[in-house]
């Protein structure tokens, strides 16, 4: 029962507008970029549970993060993919 309460409620927990944007995503693109601390971290939980717009921003560019990391550690696999590639060819002959 409060379970349901709560999730029909979450929207509501937060804060649709940001008092300040500019300066939570700042914060939250400089934590997403490693230089958290553990006062960052509370920070950001804090910011995360009460700011809807932080909340999208932080997970938008957590994202974009990621897709960045992937594109550039495949850039950087080549030569040992051609050496499994070699290797499996050599297996199969
Ligand atoms: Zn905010």
Redesign the pocket.
């Known amino acids: 029962m409060d379970k349901n309460r709560n999730k029909s409620s979450e929207s509501g927990k937060r804060k649709l507008n940001?008092?300040?944007?500019s300066k939570?995503f700042e914060l939250l693109e400089s934590i997403l970029d490693g230089e958290e601390t553990s006062s960052s971290k509370e920070i950001l939980d804090e910011?995360l549970a009460k700011?809807q717009?932080?909340f999208e921003h932080y997970h938008l560019e957590k994202v974009i993060r990621e897709i960045l990391k992937n594109k550039c550690t495949k850039q950087m696999v080549p030569a040992e993919l051609a050496d499994s590639i070699r290797q499996k060819i050599q297996e199969i002959k």
């Open positions: 940001c008092s300040d944007e939570c910011k700011c717009p932080c």
